[in-house]
C-alpha cells in the first residue's frame, strides 16, 4: 500500500529536497559519523564513543546525554555498568536508566553505588525487579538506602512491607526518615493504631509520608473525626481506605458527604459506603451529585444498603465504561428495562468488567440453556466465581445426572448460593464412594459439557 501511495505522488514532489527542520537537537552537518574513530585528543568524542560502546546508546543520544556528563574516571564508570550487570539489568535496562540519569555513570561507586545495591539486594530486588524500581526513581541509587531501611525496619516495618513501599515510593529514600517520617509515625500512634497498622498503612500507601503533617494530615483526621463522630468510626473509616488521609476534604469529600445527607441517607449507610467502597466518595462533587440523583430517578430508597451500593457501582464506571457494560447485557437480548430490573435487584452486578459479564451470560445461556430473562430476575448469579464455584459445582451435577442419581429438576439459584459444607454433604460425600468422579469434578479435573437434564430457578 505505501508503495502504491508513493508511486501516485508526483515526480516533483517525490524529488523535492527536504528542508532543516528546527526541531533536530542539532544540525545534520555536525553530526559524525558512526564509524568514525574517536578523538582521543577531544573529552566529549570520547564520552560519545563510550555511551554508545558501552551503553548502548544510539549516536545521536549519545550526543545528546554526553552534554550532561564529565567523565573522568572511565575505569569508575565502567565498575559502574559491571555492578548494574552484576545484578540482573540487561543492556537495555542500563541505557534506558542512563537516559533517565546521565550522572549516575560517575556517582561514587564504593560508597554509595555498592552499598545500596547490597541493601536492594537484601529486600529482594534484582533483574527486572530492580530494573522496574530503579526506572520509577534511579536517584534513589545514590541514596542512603541503608538508613531509610534500617529507620523502617527499627518502626515495625517487615523487609516484605519495606519492599513494596520502595517499589511503590523509591523517592522516599531521599528523605531525612528522622525529620520527616517520624513525627508522622508519632502522630498515627497517637490516633490509636498500632505499630502493625502503621506499618501496613504506609507500606500500602507510601505517598502519604510525603504529604504535609500539618497542612495534610492534620488537617484531614481533624475533619473526618468531625463527620464520623467517635474515634471508633474514625478509625473503621481510617484502616477501610487510608488513601482518605490525601483527600481534599473540603473540595470533594465534605460536599459528597453533604449530598449523601441532603438526600435522607442515615450517617450509618455513608459509614457503610466507606466500608464498603470508600473510592466511591473520593471523585468530583458534581459528577457524585448527578449519581446521587441517577439513584433516586432509579427508585432506590435512600433508607437501605442498596442505595449506597447502587452509588458504588455508578462510581465505579465512566458513563462510557457504562455504555459498553449495557451493550453486554443487551448481547444476549436483554431489553434496557430488565437491564435496569436486574440493577434494581443487584446494584453490583455492574460492577463487573464487560469481559465478566460476556463470560458469565454466555455459560448460562449457552451451557446451562438458560433463558436471559432468568439471569436478569437473579442476578445475583453474577456475584459467584465462575471458575471456583459454579462451574466445578455444575461439573458435580453432570456426574451425578448422567448415573442417573439425580433425576429432579434442581434449581440454578439454590445450587449456586448453597453454602461450600452444605454442598459437600449433599452433592460430593454422599455419592463419593459409589461415584469417585465427583470428588474430581468438584475439584474441576472433569469438563463440564451440559447438563443432561434442564435446571429450574
Given at each position: 500500500?505505501?508503495?502504491?501511495?508513493?508511486?501516485?505522488?508526483?515526480?516533483?514532489?517525490?524529488?523535492?529536497?527536504?528542508?532543516?527542520?528546527?526541531?533536530?537537537?542539532?544540525?545534520?552537518s555536525?553530526?559524525?559519523?558512526?564509524?568514525?574513530?574517536?578523538?582521543?585528543?577531544?573529552?566529549?568524542?570520547?564520552?560519545?564513543?563510550?555511551?554508545?560502546?558501552?551503553?548502548?546508546?544510539?549516536?545521536?543520544s549519545?550526543?545528546?546525554?554526553?552534554?550532561?556528563?564529565?567523565?573522568?574516571?572511565?575505569?569508575?564508570?565502567?565498575?559502574?555498568?559491571?555492578?548494574?550487570?552484576?545484578?540482573g539489568?540487561?543492556?537495555t535496562?542500563?541505557?534506558?536508566?542512563?537516559?533517565?540519569?546521565?550522572?549516575?555513570?560517575?556517582?561514587?561507586?564504593?560508597?554509595t553505588l555498592?552499598?545500596?545495591?547490597?541493601?536492594?539486594?537484601?529486600?529482594?530486588?534484582?533483574?527486572?525487579?530492580?530494573?522496574?524500581?530503579?526506572?520509577?526513581?534511579?536517584?534513589?541509587?545514590?541514596?542512603?538506602?541503608?538508613?531509610?531501611?534500617?529507620?523502617?525496619?527499627?518502626?515495625?516495618f517487615?523487609?516484605?512491607?519495606i519492599?513494596?513501599?520502595?517499589m511503590?515510593?523509591?523517592?522516599?529514600?531521599?528523605?531525612?526518615?528522622?525529620?520527616?517520617?517520624?513525627?508522622?509515625?508519632?502522630?498515627?500512634?497517637?490516633?490509636?493504631?498500632?505499630?502493625?497498622?502503621?506499618?501496613?498503612?504506609?507500606?500500602?500507601?507510601?505517598?502519604?509520608?510525603?504529604?504535609?503533617?500539618?497542612?495534610?494530615?492534620?488537617?484531614?483526621?481533624?475533619?473526618?473525626?468531625?463527620?464520623?463522630?467517635?474515634?471508633?468510626?474514625?478509625?473503621?473509616?481510617?484502616?477501610?481506605?487510608?488513601?482518605?488521609?490525601?483527600?481534599?476534604?473540603?473540595?470533594?469529600?465534605q460536599?459528597?458527604?453533604?449530598?449523601?445527607?441532603s438526600?435522607?441517607v442515615?450517617?450509618?449507610?455513608?459509614?457503610?459506603l466507606?466500608?464498603?467502597?470508600?473510592?466511591?466518595?473520593?471523585?468530583?462533587?458534581?459528577?457524585?451529585?448527578?449519581?446521587?440523583?441517577?439513584?433516586?430517578?432509579?427508585?432506590?430508597?435512600p433508607?437501605?444498603?442498596?442505595?449506597?451500593?447502587?452509588?458504588?457501582?455508578?462510581?465505579?464506571?465512566?458513563?462510557?465504561?457504562?455504555?459498553?457494560?449495557?451493550?453486554?447485557?443487551?448481547?444476549?437480548?436483554?431489553?434496557?428495562?430488565?437491564?435496569?430490573?436486574?440493577?434494581?435487584?443487584?446494584?453490583?452486578?455492574?460492577?463487573?468488567?464487560?469481559?465478566?459479564?460476556k463470560?458469565?451470560?454466555?455459560?448460562?445461556?449457552?451451557?446451562?440453556?438458560?433463558?436471559?430473562?432468568?439471569?436478569?430476575?437473579?442476578?445475583n448469579?453474577?456475584?459467584?466465581?465462575?471458575?471456583?464455584?459454579?462451574?466445578?459445582?455444575?461439573?458435580?451435577?453432570?456426574?451425578?445426572?448422567?448415573?442417573?442419581?439425580?433425576?429432579?429438576?434442581?434449581?440454578?439459584?439454590?445450587?449456586?448460593?448453597?453454602a461450600?459444607?452444605?454442598?459437600?454433604?449433599?452433592?460430593?460425600?454422599?455419592?463419593?464412594?459409589?461415584?469417585?468422579d465427583?470428588?474430581?469434578?468438584?475439584q474441576?479435573?472433569i469438563?463440564?459439557?451440559?447438563?443432561?437434564?434442564?435446571?429450574?430457578?
Amino acid at each position: 500500500m505505501l508503495h502504491f501511495i508513493c508511486s501516485k505522488l508526483p515526480q516533483k514532489l517525490r524529488h523535492r529536497p527536504s528542508k532543516p527542520s528546527h526541531a533536530n537537537f542539532f544540525s545534520t552537518s555536525s553530526l559524525k559519523p558512526t564509524s568514525e574513530l574517536p578523538n582521543p585528543k577531544d573529552p566529549q568524542s570520547l564520552i560519545v564513543s563510550f555511551l554508545q560502546n558501552s551503553c548502548g546508546l544510539s549516536f545521536e543520544s549519545a550526543i545528546l546525554y554526553s552534554k550532561k556528563l564529565n567523565i573522568e574516571n572511565v575505569k569508575n564508570t565502567n565498575s559502574v555498568l559491571d555492578l548494574l550487570r552484576n545484578h540482573g539489568l540487561t543492556q537495555t535496562h542500563i541505557r534506558n536508566l542512563i537516559r533517565i540519569r546521565p550522572p549516575l555513570l560517575s556517582a561514587d561507586l564504593e560508597n554509595t553505588l555498592m552499598p545500596n545495591m547490597k541493601v536492594f539486594e537484601s529486600l529482594g530486588f534484582s533483574g527486572s525487579g530492580l530494573a522496574s524500581m530503579l526506572s520509577k526513581y534511579p536517584a534513589v541509587l545514590e541514596s542512603d538506602a541503608h538508613a531509610a531501611v534500617e529507620f523502617f525496619r527499627a518502626h515495625g516495618f517487615s523487609d516484605e512491607q519495606i519492599t513494596t513501599l520502595t517499589m511503590k515510593r523509591p523517592s522516599l529514600y531521599m528523605y531525612n526518615a528522622d525529620k520527616i517520617f517520624k513525627p508522622k509515625l508519632v502522630f498515627f500512634k497517637s490516633l490509636g493504631l498500632s505499630d502493625l497498622e502503621i506499618a501496613q498503612l504506609l507500606s500500602s500507601e507510601p505517598y502519604i509520608l510525603s504529604r504535609s503533617l500539618e497542612k495534610q494530615i492534620i488537617p484531614c483526621v481533624q475533619e473526618l473525626k468531625r463527620v464520623f463522630g467517635t474515634d471508633v468510626n474514625f478509625l473503621k473509616v481510617i484502616k477501610a481506605c487510608y488513601l482518605i488521609l490525601e483527600s481534599n476534604m473540603v473540595h470533594m469529600l465534605q460536599p459528597n458527604i453533604d449530598t449523601l445527607k441532603s438526600h435522607g441517607v442515615p450517617q450509618s449507610l455513608v459509614l457503610k459506603l466507606f466500608f464498603i467502597r470508600p473510592m466511591s466518595l473520593l471523585i468530583c462533587s458534581n459528577r457524585f451529585s448527578e449519581i446521587v440523583s441517577e439513584v433516586m430517578k432509579l427508585g432506590f430508597d435512600p433508607n437501605y444498603l442498596s442505595f449506597v451500593l447502587a452509588i458504588r457501582s455508578m462510581a465505579l464506571n465512566s458513563t462510557t465504561l457504562w455504555e459498553q457494560k449495557v451493550k453486554a447485557f443487551r448481547s444476549f437480548g436483554l431489553s434496557e428495562d430488565e437491564i435496569c430490573s436486574a440493577f434494581k435487584r443487584q446494584p453490583l452486578c455492574m460492577t463487573h468488567s464487560e469481559k465478566k459479564i460476556k463470560k458469565m451470560m454466555g455459560f448460562f445461556v449457552n451451557k446451562l440453556k438458560m433463558k436471559p430473562s432468568m439471569i436478569s430476575k437473579s442476578p445475583n448469579l453474577l456475584q459467584y466465581s465462575l471458575e471456583k464455584r459454579i462451574i466445578p459445582r455444575c461439573s458435580v451435577l453432570q456426574v451425578l445426572m448422567l448415573k442417573g442419581l439425580i433425576k429432579d429438576n434442581i434449581g440454578i439459584l439454590y445450587m449456586v448460593a448453597m453454602a461450600e459444607k452444605e454442598f459437600m454433604v449433599k452433592f460430593v460425600s454422599k455419592y463419593q464412594n459409589e461415584v469417585p468422579d465427583v470428588v474430581r469434578a468438584h475439584q474441576g479435573k472433569i469438563e463440564f459439557q451440559g447438563l443432561p437434564i434442564a435446571m429450574k430457578m
